[in-house]
T-cell receptor
Framework: NAGVMQNPRHLVRRRGQEARLRCSPM?????VYWYRQLPEEGLKFMVY????????ESGMPKERFSAEFPKEGPSILRIQQVVRGDSAAYFC????????????FGQGTRLTVV | KNEVEQSPQNLTAQEGEFITINCSYS?????LHWLQQHPGGGIVSLFM???GKKKHGRLIATINIQEKHSSLHITASHPRDSAVYIC????????????FGKGTHLIIQP
């Protein structure tokens, strides 16, 4: 049973480009969480999704950031018109259920904006 | 002020020492996670606790719900235990995601 798979592991984008980060949850998991770890800072919650639904996006910046978890395929975190401040590690976690269920983390995607 | 506080921030110890990392939280939490982040950046979930104590190999995690406090212990520490240890809880706020402590940087010297 593969763990949570994130790709790419490293992503370099120029300012103004779009970044797409993918997360395939563990088999049987229908809940996905995205977290961001800025350099020298702790992890911060961004968004919580279930299949085809955004449950909580209170941690997402209001502009340029969006997330989806379609019925088929991985969850996608999309950052439009990236800026240098978006450079961070983005982690996804999945769980079988919601609150109170153990979450398993992916290896993360390290986004560098040049 | 962060809702989840960890101590110490940095800890260097000799191989074989007993290690304790503490986590206190200021909000109601129904479940608390201990995570390990390796130098390469990957995150591994060590424990999820809602009460009492759990043990896995040389790792022990305890939680006291009334005191809003949890500890992670490592027995017979080894250099490969060197990592950042992060506690995280489901906070009482609107977010369904985890609220994280800032992590404890642990270095075990041979």
């Amino acid at each position: 049973n593969a763990g949570v798979m994130q790709n790419p592991r490293h992503l370099v984008r120029r300012r103004g480009q779009e970044a797409r980060l993918r997360c395939s949850p563990m088999k049987g998991h229908s809940h996905v969480y995205w977290y961001r770890q800025l350099p020298e800072e702790g992890l911060k919650f961004m968004v919580y999704l279930q299949k085809e639904n955004i449950i909580d996006e209170s941690g997402m910046p209001k502009e340029r950031f969006s997330a989806e978890f379609p019925k088929e395929g991985p969850s996608i975190l999309r950052i439009q018109q990236v800026v240098r401040g978006d450079s961070a590690a983005y982690f996804c976690a999945s769980s079988r259920g919601g609150l109170g269920n153990e979450a398993f983390f992916g290896q993360g995607t390290r986004l560098t904006v040049v | 002020k962060n809702e989840v506080e960890q101590s110490p921030q940095n800890l260097t110890a000799q191989e074989g020492e007993f290690i304790t990392i503490n986590c206190s939280y200021s909000v109601g939490i129904s479940a608390l996670h201990w995570l390990q982040q390796h130098p390469g950046g990957g995150i591994v979930s060590l424990f999820m606790l809602s009460s009492g104590k759990k043990k896995h190999g040389r790792l022990i995690a305890t939680i006291n719900i009334q005191e809003k406090h949890s500890s992670l212990h490592i027995t017979a520490s080894h250099p490969r235990d060197s990592a950042v240890y992060i506690c995280a809880g489901h906070s009482g706020g609107g977010a369904d995601g985890l609220t994280f402590g800032k992590g404890t940087h642990l270095i075990i010297q041979p």
